[in-house]
């Protein structure tokens, strides 16, 4: 009986030395943690790439806590601040393929009216809330920073660096920098979309592409 006992006792042992062992999934954020579990998901349709179907964007933020890094050598300190880390994704109502996706983290400093996130209930709030930063522009105009519209660009708008960078990213061959930008520039109804990322100037201007059926970021920051 006592061996039997002892036999259970070391194999409980075992078992518990494995589970311990077990490394944590390689996806986790290890310099920040989740806290109380502020998980938001939101999602509404809109027609990107202008075939007929509107397209799923889904949101996913996620509130964190990291904590602030002092000096040259970036040692951390006592200090924390919060932050949201965003997913987007948007897929192809007509069959499921991604279409865009993107990650970022934003500074809680940085955001503003962000619960309203959770409110939103038609593509035009969810354009117009999600993120809402107002730029005064040169002639103190206010600016919302994320939009859809779809009209021609101007060359001053599409950068070719930009653009080749994408290029490479998207693992596109058989064409040139500069008859893609000319192929973007010639098309008179681009389908636009503008949203900020990481900070107020991280602008980020993305267009769906319909010879290529992508979609790709053709400008950084504010337009001039």
Known sequence: ????????????????SCQSAISEPPHRRLLSKLVNDDLYHVATEYDWNGDGIPDRFLLRVQK?????VEGLEQTPSKTQHWS??????????????????????VRESDVASFREIVDFRTPGEFFSK????????ARNQELNLNFFE????????????????????LKIEGITTAELKRMILNNKSS??????????????WATYVP???KVMIFQYGFAD
């Open 1 to 16: 009986m006592i061996s039997s006992v002892y036999k259970l006792l070391l194999l409980f042992a075992f078992f518990v």
């Open 64 to 68: 964190e806590v990291e904590p602030l």
């Open 84 to 105: 949201y880390h965003c997913w987007l994704v948007v897929e192809s109502g007509f069959d499921n393929s991604t279409l865009w996706e993107d990650e970022w983290s």
């Open 130 to 137: 999600w993120f809402t930063w107002k730029f005064v522009g």
């Open 150 to 169: 779809v009209r021609q660009l101007e060359d001053r708008e599409v950068n070719e660096d930009v653009l080749a960078g994408e290029m490479k990213r």
């Open 191 to 204: 389908r636009i979309f503008v949203y900020r990322g990481s900070w107020r100037e991280n602008i980020r």
């Open 211 to 213: 010879r290529l059926r």
